[in-house]
């Protein structure tokens, strides 16, 4: 089936606010609904390529194709789950924002880089894990995407964050990027009954429309613990309360970012008796207990 590819980066100048763990588990939630996905980890400390299982490798990134001594093919590593695959970090990435600086094609380096594979029609998805800052990556980043996912937390000044992330947005549409669009923006690490959670919730939304994703990612201890196993919760513990928000998160991201004939109307009732979608690792524990899974029928055929 003919498929477009759509690239969102994962940003936000904040660190902390659930980035990572969005870019790992949206894109791992994607990938057991088959929709192929390109991760790139654009943040030295690495935390996407670690929280896929791993290791961080010298010369695989993407700063060997930016310094021109590599092709983008060369550091696209594929993970242990079908449809997942990464260009990890590394240290290296770090001297980037100084090293290429002055380069006259900076803001455009990334957005180039990405250009064969974009073309090639190989992924429905490239994400980007943007690190926590507006410099030069960031930027870069921000001008080689389609859109910008914004997680951010529910709390004391969230508004502030997302005003300031908005308005490079706007700068970039003004600038390198025109067709860049703010793709949304998701609430991490809920706390759900917190009286503050729910006024920042209610403004937010108020402010930005129908910007800001129904799902709410509630905080959960699997979500913390499954970076240092190397596994994505969704596949980790994929009935836990974490990774079935990112499930109906990337749902939701799906039917609003469709790369090929997506049809909402086929979205999963929470009610049918549907089984288990998502890939499961080895170490998944069994919860006889909790409710059925939502699922649908495009459930690849090697789980
Ligand atoms: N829903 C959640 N529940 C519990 N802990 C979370 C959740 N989301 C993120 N965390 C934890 O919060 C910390 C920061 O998250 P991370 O995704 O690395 O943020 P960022 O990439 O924005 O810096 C990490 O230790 C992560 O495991
Ligand atoms: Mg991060």
Not at 166 to 194: C, D, W, Y
């Amino acid at each position: 089936m003919a498929k477009t590819t759509k690239t969102i980066a994962i940003a936000n100048q904040k660190g902390g606010v659930g980035k990572t763990t969005t870019v790992v588990n949206l894109a791992a939630a994607l990938s057991a609904r088959r929709r192929t996905v390109l991760v790139v980890d654009l943040d030295p400390q690495a935390h996407a390529t670690l929280g896929f299982g791993l290791e961080k490798q010298d010369g695989i990134s993407l700063y060997p194709v930016l310094a021109g001594v590599k092709e983008i093919a060369d550091v696209i590593q594929p993970t242990k789950w079908p449809n997942l695959n990464v260009i990890p970090s590394e240290v290296d990435l770090a001297g980037a924002e100084i090293e290429f600086g002055a380069r006259p094609d900076r803001l455009t380096m990334i957005k180039d880089a990405l250009k064969p594979v974009k073309e090639s029609g190989a992924f429905d998805y490239i994400i980007l894990d943007c690190p926590p800052s507006l410099g030069l990556v960031m930027t870069s980043a921000l001008a080689a995407t389609d859109s910008v996912l914004i997680p951010t937390q529910a709390e004391y000044l969230a508004m502030d964050g997302l005003a300031l992330i908005t308005s490079s947005i706007e700068k970039l549409r003004a600038g390198v990027n025109p067709s860049i669009e703010l793709n949304g923006i998701v609430f991490t690490m809920v706390n759900s009954v917190a009286r503050l959670t729910q006024d920042v919730v209610a403004e937010v939304r108020e402010h930005f429309g129908d910007k800001v994703y129904e799902t709410m990612i509630p905080r959960n201890v699997r979500v913390s613990e499954a970076p240092s196993m190397g596994v994505p919760v969704v596949f980790l513990d994929s009935r836990s309360k974490g990774a079935e928000a990112y499930k109906a998160f990337a749902w939701e991201f799906m039917a609003k970012n469709p790369t090929r004939g997506f049809m909402p109307e086929s979205a999963p009732q929470e009610s049918a008796p549907q089984e288990e979608v998502a890939a499961v690792s080895e170490e998944a524990p069994v919860q006889e207990s909790e409710p059925a899974v939502v699922a649908e029928a495009e459930t690849p055929s090697s789980l």
